[in-house]
Nanobody, 122 residues
Framework: QVQLVESGGGSVQAGGSLRLSCAAS????????MGWFRQAPGKERELVAAISSGGSTYYADSVKGRFTISRDNTKNTVYLQMNSLKPEDTFVYYC????????????????WGQGTQVTVSS
């Protein structure tokens, strides 16, 4: 079983930055593909960014050039650096993990964190 704990959310003005962290339990972290999703109340989760066990990345068009996903396998942690934040980036952000990259990309990860709120004001 993998446990994921997000941190780093908060409130920021438009144009500002936040760095989200997702700490994972277990000794098999390096095998997992990881993803960041976001969700507004009453809406479905949407994929923001993903990173494979080998370091290949994916970004939603809406965040390309502004967000960067990375991982540190020595710390069992995945990060989402969010720059040039916009009010439309206001969501609860969730960390996800699965051994299969395709599963992460499809929003069907085996493991999910509790979420962290990101609020961007204009």
């Amino acid at each position: 079983q993998v446990q994921l704990v997000e941190s780093g959310g908060g409130s920021v003005q438009a144009g500002g930055s936040l760095r989200l962290s997702c700490a994972a339990s277990g000794r098999t972290f390096s095998r997992y593909a990881m993803g960041w999703f976001r969700q507004a109340p009453g809406k479905e989760r949407e994929l923001v960014a993903a990173i494979s066990s080998g370091g290949s990345t994916y970004y939603a068009d809406s965040v390309k050039g502004r967000f960067t996903i990375s991982r540190d396998n020595t710390k069992n942690t995945v990060y989402l650096q969010m720059n040039s934040l916009k009010p439309e980036d206001t969501f609860v952000y969730y960390c996800a993990a699965d051994e299969l990259r395709s599963t992460v990309l499809g929003g069907r990860s085996s493991y999910w964190g509790q979420g962290t709120q990101v609020t961007v004001s204009s």
